[in-house]
């Protein structure tokens, strides 16, 4: 499967949007994605803005998990 190549920005936006749509991530205002290295998972989320419960932590680790084999942020 081919992952689509982003922007930082688009790909904030990307995942902003996604984790908006999970049970008590809706108000989440804020995300920072980072370059790391890597060939297939070569970004990773450092910041959540407002912080998050434990529950609503684990289902963003997870939805990220599934956005980073979907998506590549471009050099």
């Known amino acids: 499967m081919s992952q689509q ?11 902003l949007s996604n984790l908006r749509m ?10 920072l994605v980072v370059e ?5 998972r070569n ?8 912080p998050l419960s ?3 932590d684990n289902a963003a680790r997870n939805a ?3 956005l980073q084999r979907e998506f590549l942020l471009s050099p």
């Open 5 to 15: 190549v982003l922007s930082k920005a688009e790909l904030e936006r990307v995942v």
């Open 22 to 31: 999970l049970p008590g991530c809706q108000h989440i205002e804020h995300v």
């Open 36 to 40: 790391r290295p890597g060939p297939r």
């Open 43 to 50: 970004w990773a989320v450092i910041e959540i803005e407002p």
């Open 54 to 56: 434990t529950a609503a």
């Open 64 to 66: 990220i998990s599934a």
